[in-house]
């Protein structure tokens, strides 16, 4: 079992900044691929950005350039620093990581006023 708890959501204004911490625990070996998705009221859970163990990262289109997905393999924690938001980055943004099943964090509510 993997525990994954994320803080650091908030409001915003558009073109502000917002940085997500995800906090992993529990049977973290093998864990490799750790990443972020978002989800808006009515529409599917959509990758953000993941990240290998070694630091190969991955971004969707509508984020590439304004966010950076990061990780600290020793403290078992990854992160994603948002800059430049706007209003359609408005979602609640789960800590998601794969071991044996997919497992995903409780989500953090991210707002960003136009």
């Known amino acids: 079992q993997v525990q994954l708890v994320e803080s650091g959501g908030g409001l915003v204004q558009a073109g502000g900044s917002l940085r997500l911490s995800c906090a992993a625990s529990?049977?973290?070996?093998?864990?490799?691929?750790m990443g972020w998705y978002r989800q808006t009221p009515g529409k599917q859970r959509e990758l953000v950005a993941h990240?290998?163990?070694?630091?190969?990262?991955y971004y969707a289109d509508s984020v590439k350039g304004r966010f950076t997905i990061s990780r600290d393999n020793a403290k078992n924690m990854v992160y994603l620093q948002m800059n430049s938001l706007k209003p359609e980055d408005t979602a609640v943004y789960y800590c998601?990581?794969?071991?044996?099943?997919?497992?995903w964090g409780q989500g953090t509510q991210v707002t960003v006023s136009s």
């Open positions: 998601w990581t794969i071991h044996d099943k997919n497992y």
């Open positions: 529990g049977s973290m070996l093998g864990v490799n691929t």
């Open positions: 990240i290998g163990s070694g630091g190969s990262t």
